[in-house]
């Protein structure tokens, strides 16, 4: 068999879905309730419901015969591929989770995990960021990962504190306005 066919690690699937996390997100995996329960629901989705329609489709479409040219077999067997990896994604996510309730600082005015900050930047412009977990902060709800340049800024800072935040053209102040959690 030549080399070209066989697989060195089983990593190489995360990899190539794109779900490589950085550095920062491999030890510690911050996620709200809401937010593991989301992940939880989708992993049990993809076992108790998707896979096994797929699994049906593929047992059928191999029972036609010839395979190399049944869509349904080779769409069907890519289509279990993707459920796998993600399956497998979903399962080490959720066995590093670590769940973090944001009502618990409620009426603080320090930025913790979870709260919902308003800043203005140096040149006028504000802006509301909510702080979330990895796998759940959404940038069309302005929702950011605990990890981001801005987050990491923000945190243990307190209203009407100025942080630097990091940019690519340089530090910039970045001051505190409002605190909640929701």
Known sequence: MSKAFTRE??????EASGAVLPPA???KNYITR?????LRNELLDLIDNERP???????WAASNGDRSENGDYLYGKKRLREIDRRI????????????????VHQG????????????????GHQVTVTIMG????????????????????????????????????????????????G
């Not at 399962?91 to 009502?103: F, G, H, M, Q």
């Not at 979870?114 to 140096?122: I, N």
Request: some cysteine; charged content about 25%; overall charge negative.
């Open 9 to 14: 690690t089983d990593n190489e699937d995360d």
């Open 25 to 27: 997100a491999q030890g």
């Open 34 to 38: 809401a937010g593991y329960d989301r």
């Open 53 to 59: 329609k797929i699994v049906e489709v593929v047992h």
């Open 88 to 103: 497998r994604f979903l399962t080490k996510r959720l066995e590093i989770a670590e769940i973090v309730d944001p009502s």
């Open 108 to 123: 603080s005015d320090q930025v913790f995990f979870g709260a919902k900050v308003t800043c203005e930047y140096a040149d």
């Open 134 to 181: 990895i796998d759940e902060a959404d940038s069309g709800q302005q929702q950011i990962t605990w990890v981001s340049p801005l987050a990491r800024s923000l945190l243990r800072s307190r209203v009407g504190d100025e942080v630097m935040l990091q940019t690519p053209t340089g530090l910039q102040p970045v001051e505190v306005l409002a605190v909640n959690y």
